[in-house]
């Protein structure tokens, strides 16, 4: 768990990714093998933000499949407030457009939108 700190370590990332990078410094962090691989299709969790997420509000309930498996790393959502000591494994959910916008021409149905998010974000579909 993280400590309460008098303000926030702005420059914990360097101090940790020099020398490895950044996010190559959090690998093997998450705890174990990442939940989805891809082809997997996932469904986005509606889950609160009352602060910070990089979750578009506009993937939220929809599903997609899981295009690559990318890194590990703390959160954004834990970032924010500097809890960085649980890193999530993050992935690549590609998704058609018009599964998330049902108004989207049928000229363009093979159109995708790719987008990343962490674990938390992710259900089986």
Request: a negative charge; proline letters at 7%; glycine letters at 8%.
């Amino acid at each position: 768990m993280a400590k309460n700190k008098e303000h926030h370590d702005r420059g914990h990332h360097a101090a940790i990714a020099t020398g490895k990078g950044d996010p190559q410094c959090f690998k093997g962090k998450a705890g174990g093998p990442p939940k989805f691989k891809v082809g997997d299709q996932v469904r986005i969790k509606d889950l609160p933000d009352v602060f910070y997420t990089r979750t578009q509000v506009y993937t939220r309930g929809a599903v997609g499949k899981v295009a690559v498996v990318t890194h590990e790393s703390p959160a954004p959502e834990d970032e924010a407030w500097d809890h960085t000591d649980h890193s999530e494994w993050f992935y690549i959910v590609r998704f058609r457009q018009k599964d998330l916008w049902p108004e989207y021409p049928d000229a363009f149905a093979k159109d995708t939108l790719q987008t990343e998010f962490s674990e938390r974000w992710l259900e089986p579909a």
